[in-house]
């Protein structure tokens, strides 16, 4: 039986474990953390991925903690003139709305269908080899898991990934537009408010309605809860590869100091971001790191001047 070894506990490894366990296909998580907390903003899911939650038998459970999107409202560029986005089209056509979830929710759903026993802790990839039948890999506590695929669902500053680019690197086999240094363009604050009482804030109550200015955004999530984001530019802040790939931990670490800086900004529901901030509990705000690789640099568009 073909064995999968699969680095990263988060969403996306915990959705190929939960696909895994219903195939009935040995496999073992390894995540770097001490333990798998569960933290972030709002995701949203719609019809592709919502035929795999009905084979998973969650989609139920899925649709009664989220909320349907049925409008966006954006003010993302000068002059800030407001934009309407209307989802509600979306179940006619595809049969099934836009919804709106905090990760923390899902991540607790797809947890559910992984047994602890698969789950390995404190496993952070250290390296790895691949012969032309098995790969084996190596963990910073010295310990060693082989298997017939290594699957690299750690983040976006994959060890494992970085692994492969050293090899490929190594042989010139990298391609060009993989060996480039994304630039380290935004840090974001995000987290999910305690439900907050009537007349909190300015948005509908039966549905979830995504507001966004500049660069905060809000949506509207189950029984009065708000989830959040606010980005900050990094200016010339120019990090390696290897520190960001060290210092970009989805954790309440470093959050205090943004937090303190973007609290008086006015949110897109009517109150300071402060509001939010302050209802969310200190240990669930994250701060991440928002990086691009412009279509002018793959592609040599001029993004200012054509349309991309």
């Known amino acids: 039986m073909p064995c999968q070894e699969t680095a990263g ?21 390894l995540e770097r953390s001490l333990e798998v907390k569960p933290i972030g903003s709002a995701i949203c899911l719609g019809a592709n991925i919502l035929s795999v939650f009905k084979q998973l038998g969650i989609y139920e459970e899925f649709v009664a903690q989220a909320l349907p999107l049925l409008k966006g409202v954006g003010k993302h560029h000068p002059p800030y003139k407001e934009m309407v986005d209307d989802y509600s089209f979306m179940k006619k056509r595809y049969g099934e709305y836009l919804y709106i979830l905090d990760r923390p929710k899902l991540h607790m759903i797809l947890k559910r269908l992984v047994p602890e026993s698969k789950i390995h802790l404190g496993k952070r990839v250290m390296s790895m080899e691949q012969s032309d039948e098995r790969v084996a890999v190596r963990c910073n506590d010295g310990t060693t898991y082989r298997g017939d695929v290594l699957i690299g669902a750690d983040g976006a500053y994959s060890a494992v990934r970085q692994r492969m680019y050293q090899q490929l690197r190594g042989r010139g086999l990298l391609l060009p537009k993989d060996d480039m240094d994304p630039p380290f363009d935004t840090y974001c604050l995000l987290g999910t408010s305690r439900p907050l009482p009537p007349g909190s804030y300015k948005a509908p109550s039966d549905e979830s309605r995504a507001e966004s200015s500049a660069w905060v955004a809000c949506f509207t999530a189950r029984d009065g809860a708000v989830n959040w984001m606010v980005g900050q530019d990094a200016g010339s802040t120019k990090m390696r590869s290897e520190d960001r790939f060290r210092h970009s931990e989805w954790g309440p670490e470093v959050v205090l100091s943004m937090a303190e800086m973007v609290r008086d900004l006015p949110s897109p529901f009517g109150p300071p971001m402060s509001t ?21 640099k793959l592609h040599g568009m001029d993004c200012e001047n054509e349309k991309c």
């Not at 969403?11 to 219903?22: H, Q």
């Not at 509990?281 to 690789?293: A, G, H, R």
């Open 9 to 29: 506990g988060g969403l996306g490894g915990l959705m190929l474990a939960a696909l895994l366990e219903k195939a009935a296909v040995s496999y073992t998580v």
């Open 276 to 296: 939010f901030i302050d209802n969310t509990p200190k240990e669930d705000i994250s701060k991440v790191i928002f990086e691009y690789l412009s279509l002018k």
